[in-house]
């Protein structure tokens, strides 16, 4: 089992930034990937960016300038830079993690990114 414990949300004004940070803990060798979702109500959770083990990153077209994604092996933690804030950044955020070699994901449980003046 694996434990993500998402922290940084919070509300911000349009233009502004915020970090995330998700701090992984248990059977964490087995994880090659992790990264960021969001979600809105009534709509889908949706993939923002994600890191591998080897440091590739992936962001979605929406967030590609803004938004950088970075780990910090030493403390088992994967961080979300968010800079140039949208009000259509508003969302709850999710740390995701996942092994490709045993077939599993696992979330955290969720912080509020709240963007308004």
């Known amino acids: 089992q694996v434990q993500l414990v998402e922290s940084g949300g919070g509300l911000v004004q349009p233009g502004g930034s915020l970090r995330l940070s998700c701090v992984a803990s248990?059977?964490?060798?087995?994880?090659?990937?992790m990264g960021w979702y969001r979600q809105t109500p009534g709509k889908e959770r949706e993939s923002v960016a994600a890191?591998?083990?080897?440091?590739?990153?992936n962001y979605a077209d929406s967030v590609k300038g803004r938004f950088t994604i970075s780990r910090e092996n030493a403390k088992n933690t994967v961080y979300l830079q968010m800079s140039s804030l949208k009000a259509e950044d508003t969302a709850v955020y999710y740390c995701?993690?996942?092994?490709?070699?045993?077939?599993?994901?696992?979330w955290g449980q969720g912080t509020q990114v709240t963007v308004s003046s």
């Open positions: 248990g059977n964490i060798f087995s994880i090659n990937v």
């Open positions: 995701h993690a996942k092994s490709d070699l045993e077939g599993v994901s696992y």
């Open positions: 890191i591998t083990s080897g440091g590739r990153t």
